[in-house]
């Protein structure tokens, strides 16, 4: 059996933007993408609302990613993809960063990941590097996210390319994906949906 763990924030934890509570499993993308990938896998949820990529967050405290990743990773190794889906809660104006910034933050990630080789706890897993779509229509958002719509339009253009310079599968959300018209951050059922799909065919071909 295969193992895919999903390292992400709220999205991946399955925030509902209408109820604000959490999917049930079975509508979330991550248990989607167990169903379709079927009994030879196993799927990993490690969602996180309000998780950053690197940065420390001053009002929502224990949300850094890079403090995070390295015990997450040890403690279900040995397996055999890391799917990354961070970034968009860095958009937050209290951060004040680019979308090159955010996407070298992810960066990090991959590396320190890749970096988990040990004879006994295994190999480094293979990673698929995952861009948020960007955010839509704020509500309740629009003061936390103030003038993230236009560095959220640019993050799948940086993480392309860091992708790129580290030879790591890439996806890109805005393809297939759009952020719920409620809050313009969460997702709703059918983008879950096409989020599930869309990664089931890069683990495919990634981890065989």
Excluded at 8 to 37: C, H
């Amino acid at each position: 059996m295969k193992s895919v763990v999903c390292f992400g924030d709220s999205n991946t934890w399955g925030y509902n933007p209408e109820s604000k509570s959490r999917y049930p499993r079975a509508e979330r993308w991550t248990g989607i993408l167990a169903e379709l990938l079927g009994t030879g896998y196993e799927v990993i949820e490690e969602g996180l609302n309000g998780r950053t990529t690197v940065w420390e967050d001053p009002i929502e405290e224990y949300k850094c990613g890079k403090d995070q990743l390295i015990p997450i990773v040890k403690s279900h190794k040995p397996f055999d993809l890391l799917v990354l889906m961070l970034g968009t809660n860095d958009l937050k104006h209290r951060f004040s960063l680019t979308a090159y910034d955010i996407a070298q933050g992810a960066g990090l990630l991959v590396r320190m990941a890749r970096a988990l080789d040990d004879p006994v706890e295994g190999p480094a897993p293979e990673i698929l590097l995952v861009a948020p779509p960007p955010v839509g229509a704020l509500s309740n958002y629009a003061e936390m996210f103030a003038g993230a719509t236009g560095t959220s339009l640019r993050l799948a253009e940086e993480f392309a390319a860091v992708a790129h310079e580290l030879g790591c599968p890439f996806l890109d959300l805005a393809r297939v994906a759009v952020s719920s018209p409620v809050d313009g951050i969460h997702f709703d059922r059918e983008n879950h949906a096409k989020i599930a799909r869309a990664v089931a065919d890069k683990v495919r071909h990634i981890a065989g």
